[in-house]
T-cell receptor, first 115, second 113 residues
């Protein structure tokens, strides 16, 4: 089964705690992305990575960190510095690093709530 | 700064009706524009991608058009069905931005039987 797997589906964070969201893809895609979605809004880019061991900040990177040690994996850590982490988090991947045919494929998402 | 706007925010139509969803963007320098579907609590599914050199793309009952000069795209859904009920999002892929997408807020569509 090819695709993007996000886990867990639901996650709860205590105040002052760091939590990590998992994203794994077996599509052999080069690029991976993390987006945040708030109710009634579109997606906003947190971080993206075009190649292993390299990643770039998106529009709302503060309070988040990522790593890209393997092509298949792009975990996102929500740190205690992120004061409003409650949201729906979506991971995506694409075959091309850029260009006209950069179709992005999405995982099912992780819903993060604060206890 | 590129901004993407979708109007209306919500739309309710009776089954069988043809409908149009609108998407506008402020900067015409885009690589492509994508339309996605999102079911409640789920991830996004890509519906159509229009390259900057194209005017439209079709898939089944869906037709998406692109007018770069005016900064507009439309998604036309023919003969709507209750199963089409979902949120539809458009997103633009910017030049030289490594594949980053800028999303609109979405249009929540409800098709009533």
């Amino acid at each position: 089964d090819g695709g993007i797997t996000q886990s867990p589906k639901y996650l709860f964070r205590k105040e002052g705690q760091n939590v990590t969201l998992s994203c794994e893809q077996n599509l052999n895609h080069d690029a991976m992305y993390w987006y945040r979605q708030d109710p009634g809004q579109g997606l906003r880019l947190i971080y993206y990575s075009q190649i292993v061991n390299d990643f770039q900040k998106g529009d709302i990177a503060e309070g988040y960190s990522v790593s890209r040690e393997k092509k298949e994996s792009f975990p996102l850590t929500v740190t205690s510095a992120q004061k409003n982490p409650t949201a729906f988090y979506l991971c995506a991947s694409s075959m091309f690093k850029g260009g006209a045919k950069n179709i992005q494929y999405f995982g099912a998402g992780t819903r993060l709530s604060v206890l | 700064k590129q901004e993407v706007t979708q109007i209306p925010a919500a739309l309710s139509v009776p089954e069988g009706e043809n409908l149009v969803l609108n998407c506008s963007f402020t900067d015409s320098a885009i690589y492509n524009l994508q339309w996605f579907r999102q079911d409640p609590g789920k991830g996004l599914t890509s519906l159509l991608l229009i390259q900057s050199s194209q005017r439209e793309q079709t898939s089944g009952r869906l037709n998406a058009s692109l007018d770069k000069s005016s900064g507009r795209s439309t998604l036309y859904i023919a003969a709507s069905q209750p199963g089409d009920s979902a949120t539809y999002l458009c997103a633009v892929n910017l030049d030289n931005q490594g594949g980053k997408l800028i999303f609109g807020q979405g249009t929540e569509l409800s098709v009533k039987p």
